[in-house]
């Protein structure tokens, strides 16, 4: 199954005539994300919203954008889910598996292909996977707000 991996690395690297507006965006998203990690839960969702706003505006490959969006989306499920509100960790779900099914369709999957992502990532797998890269990023503690 294509799309949705978890081993990238987090930095977004694009061959492009703008390597110093991406070097920015790159420089921007890391703060972001140092402040999701650090931070309270407020703080961990207003930058992960930021984040999302900054790739949603960027001008990036579509498949750059999916993978990134469909991530930010996943932590914000997470994040949601961890506060019992199920209203908004739905909404977070559906988003993040919406940019889960469009990188594995830019990546060139068939629709049958794209369909069963929605059966492999699944809430659980969302959370495993956002989980996995967090920890991988603060020495295995994961998130300030988790703790």
Request: overall charge negative.
């Amino acid at each position: 199954m294509t799309g949705c991996a978890a081993g990238e690395d987090a930095k977004i690297t694009v061959p492009t005539d703008s390597d110093d507006q991406i070097q920015l965006l790159n420089e921007r998203l890391h703060t972001l994300y140092h402040a999701y990690l650090n931070g309270d839960r407020e703080q961990a969702r207003a930058s992960l919203h930021q984040g999302i706003s900054l790739i949603e505006q960027a001008e990036v490959p579509p498949r750059v954008k999916a993978h990134s969006l469909w991530l930010g989306y996943a932590r914000l499920y997470a994040l949601a889910s961890d506060d019992s509100n199920a209203e908004v960790s739905a909404l977070y779900l559906l988003k993040a598996q919406y940019w889960c099914v469009r990188e594995a369709e830019l990546l060139g999957v068939s629709e049958t292909e794209a369909a069963e992502v929605l059966n492999t990532f699944g809430p659980e797998r969302m959370v495993e996977i956002v989980t996995q890269w967090d920890k991988k990023h603060t020495d295995g503690k994961g998130p300030a707000y988790a703790r």
